[in-house]
DNA sequence: ATGTGATGCGTAAACGTTTGCGTTAAGAGC
DNA sequence: GCTCTTAACGCAAACGTTTACGCATCACAT
């Protein structure tokens, strides 16, 4: 920078100002200033624009994973916008509660980022205390925690929106395939689209308790699908807490030679790429979309700006295809 | 800092001294001065520490696109490693070529990081250069530049034990579906599993140039698939440069009636998910192991240790499933 | 001509570390 | 008991910014 401001003629102190945008320097020294910035390829140097006060340019953004297809799209849109107003993104990825617990109370980033994007924590009550408390902008996604700004979905919508599909076309027992972490912990998102599939029976007077619990994920699917097979009243439809589990499902009903959707009607949440490969009638939500919402939002509020929405809520939509089909009863 | 040395009743370099494990200091005033530091919860600002010639603690990990399969479990791999080494991961997504070109051009983590890691990427002569002059460690996955250290599979040998287990139960004419990304390029991956098609037919005496070369994903293996089905000469195996450009052959097959693998042997590489799905015979490659090994490299590197390996090359292996088997005709 | 308020810019003091060099004290060798 | 070495520690100068403050300059109204 110091070499910047010999090069232009002026003080170091204009050039900062200059390349931050910050007024009391004239359009003219501006530009000069910028063309020879450009000119030897010039970038601030975060440590020492923060230590004196700046910002870091980089916000953190925490996922429980990443190998998984909703966390990277998530992480892809985050990226895409952060990149375009010049942040750079550090992942966190915290699999096990107890890396969580352990990182939200030593707060390993407390100097590091200028805000926190958590994704689809169940963020405890002291751990949002402890973000309260440390200085930076949070927002979350896929969950409200408390008054931080907040991007989802309405997860129990679109359970209706996926069991009034079933119920439309003429099935009366619709069983559900919810889900736990590995560690056992139900998940914000899956309680709501419980809550939705048991409201959307209640309001047709169909409802009957009818659901499984397991882990998360293709092989959680398909025992699932064997539990529900296993009651008395097995049901003619399912709906799955994710494509995932949806897929699980199917490979059961392969194995157990039920024809989908003749023998079964099954239906997800996401519109993962193996939904339509699977011929997988499933709710759509906007992935990529959820993180750049969440981008955006951190971009303005670090400008110092309001954003649009505290509390974005993106749509979903149905997405029909040949795993959904009337009750071979009727 | 200056908290803990008046606490401790030093100064404050030897608190940074004794926190950073640097000899000078006694070990009981060692142990005196993490006490204090532990019980204040204090934690070095890496601002203020990499502006005085220490390191940032960061290092960036480039990568084309996160939301694919291989990217993002290549990411997971490197950051559980880089976590656990109290390493923070930047993360720089570029998508275009052009952004490539700026990024290296302009060279945004010039003071930001300690080291990069680049992940599968074509990097030209000149890209090398200006990482070399940079002063950061690199290391590269999935390709060798340079000297600098890498962390992939053999793509070659990938091939030829793919065409080699075609050939060896019987197949002929035996084409393949290369791929390029969406700017028509060939990458260094792509390039060698060519050689190790061509290689392994010529061994056996069968090299008649059957390719199809389409964008990379499912659509394109749908097309690919469609162009070799288009051919006079139709093979009676098809090897695809990966999982998911096998998937969309796979669909091709299913929408033309023609039976898998009666009719025609499907094989891929990667062992994707949706490769046992789909019941694919694939050649797997470790890639979460594959970042696990960069990190690993990285932070040897950066610890002033040379490395076990400076081109770390991991094994693949066949896995055998239903989409392959002796050709009809035998 | 004088005062007033912006505007444009420079000066210098932070920010919290690391590190080269200097000082002190303790132990080793004679 | 004396020097010599070495270990333990303090001093102070960087590192590259931001920002409060101050000083000109200039336009404009009085």
């Known amino acids: 920078m110091a070499d ?9 102190a204009t050039v900062s100002r200059a390349l931050r945008g910050e007024k009391g320097v004239s359009e003219a020294t501006r530009l000069r200033i910028q063309r020879i910035a ?22 953190a953004v925490v996922v429980p994973w990443i190998d998984a297809w909703f966390y990277s799209r998530i992480l ?23 890396q969580r617990e352990s990182f939200f109370e030593r707060l390993p980033l407390r100097r590091k980022v200028d805000a926190v994007i958590a994704v689809a924590f169940p963020l405890t009550g002291p751990e949002r205390a ?5 200085d930076v902008t949070v927002v979350v996604i896929g969950a409200h925690a408390g008054d931080f700004p907040s991007v989802r979905i309405d997860d129990e919508l679109a359970a209706r929106q996926a069991v009034g599909h079933l119920i439309r076309i003429g099935h009366t ?8 972490d590995p560690e056992g912990q139900s998940w914000e998102g899956d309680i709501a689209r419980v809550a939705g599939f048991h409201g959307a029976l209640a309001d047709a007077g169909l409802d009957d308790d009818c659901t499984a619990t397991v882990p998360w994920g293709i092989e959680g699917g398909e025992r699932g699908m064997e539990l529900l ?3 008395a009243d097995v049901p003619t439809a399912v709906f799955c807490h994710s494509d995932e589990v949806a897929v699980g499902a199917l490979r059961t009903l392969r194995r157990a030679g039920i024809p989908v959707p003749a023998g079964m009607s099954v239906i997800g949440i996401d519109d993962h790429p193996t939904a339509e490969l699977a011929d997988l009638t499933t709710v759509r939500q906007p992935v990529a979309e959820q993180g ?27 997405v029909v295809r040949g795993s959904t089909a009337r009750p071979a009863e009727l």
Do not use: F
């Not at 402890?130 to 440390?134: F, K, Q, Y």
């Not at 027992?173 to 736990?180: K, L």
């Not at 750049?292 to 993106?314: K, S, Y």
């Open 76 to 98: 892809a849109g985050i990226e895409h916008e952060l990149r375009a107003a010049d942040l750079d993104v550090m992942l966190y990825c915290l699999e096990e509660s107890s």
């Open 130 to 134: 402890r973000l309260e408390e440390m």
């Open 4 to 12: 910047v401001a010999r090069r232009t003629g002026v003080s170091i």
């Open 38 to 59: 450009d000119e030897l390829a010039y970038v601030v140097s975060p440590e020492a624009s923060k230590l004196s006060g700046g910002a870091t340019g980089r916000v």
């Open 292 to 318: 750049a919402a969440a981008g955006r939002v951190v971009v303005d509020l670090l400008g110092g700006r309001e954003p649009a929405e505290r509390a974005v809520v993106l749509p979903t939509h149905l």
């Open 229 to 231: 097979l296993s009651r």
């Open 173 to 180: 027992r619709i069983g559900m395939i919810r889900t736990v």
